[in-house]
């Protein structure tokens, strides 16, 4: 008989032996193949023996924080999703977590069955496949999907997975206020309870790469309501 396949490569990385194994076990019931670190030299390595398709990231661990591999991965042209385990429930962390690339973060302790959540829901939406057109267009601003890459005036703007789906879901909209439970339920598909304050912050650091000084803003904010991709013609 043939062996079950799994859904997906899933890179662990945690310091502390009793949690490494805990998460290790439990996501391979949950169908997953893993591959384990203790520090962020064995994480690096792992990452190019066995490229994962998610790594499940503690922050605090001996040798580097998350938030350096982080950065060393998306540097060497890694950009897979990174799912941070933070044990502070600290904005600071959350906030730094993403304009590194991070795609999601969940508190110590956590529940099993919400890491496993998180991780399904980081991997759909971060997954190829879907049938819209290949190339969005909205003024200056240009996706790709199939490169999954971002231009605007010409000059490639690198995104995290998730800051490119967010992206995609607003040029996919132009003109249309998008609330933030849209946005969380398209663009982080949660099967839970989803904090709307991710939106907020996505968007702001979205905005920092998008809309720089020197261009005209595509992202609007519509006070009270949502998000929206202003077309130039539409002021």
Do not use: C
Not at 108 to 118: I, Q, T
Not at 139 to 158: M, Q, T, W
Not at 184 to 202: C, K, P, Q, R, T
């Amino acid at each position: 008989m043939s062996a079950k396949p799994t859904e997906a490569k899933l890179l662990v990385v945690d310091d502390e032996p009793n949690i490494r194994e805990l998460l290790s076990t439990s996501l391979r019931f949950a169908g997953f193949e893993v591959v384990a670190a203790a520090n962020g030299r064995e994480a690096l390595a792992a990452v190019e023996a066995d490229e994962p398709d998610l790594a499940v990231l503690d922050v605090m661990l001996p040798d580097m924080d998350g938030f350096t591999i982080t950065r060393k991965l998306r540097a060497a042209g890694r950009h897979f999703p990174v799912l941070f385990l933070t044990a502070r429930d600290d904005t600071s962390d959350k906030v730094t977590g993403l304009t590194v690339g991070g795609d999601d973060y969940v508190t110590k302790p956590f529940s099993l069955d919400e890491v496993v959540a998180r991780i399904r829901a980081v991997l759909r939406r971060t997954a190829s496949g879907e049938e819209e057109n290949a190339t969005i267009v909205v003024a200056d601003l240009e996706l790709d999907d199939d490169a999954h890459e971002v231009r605007r005036a010409g000059e490639i703007i690198d995104l995290s997975p998730t800051e490119f789906k967010l992206l995609r879901y607003l040029m996919m909209n132009p003109n249309r206020v998008l609330s933030k439970s849209q946005i969380l339920d398209h663009v982080w598909e949660y099967d839970f309870n989803g904090d709307a304050s991710i939106v907020e912050s996505y968007i702001s650091y979205l905005r920092r790469k998008v809309d720089r000084p020197e261009w005209p803003a595509l992202i609007q904010t519509k006070r009270g309501v949502g998000y929206l991709m202003r077309t130039p013609d539409r002021r």
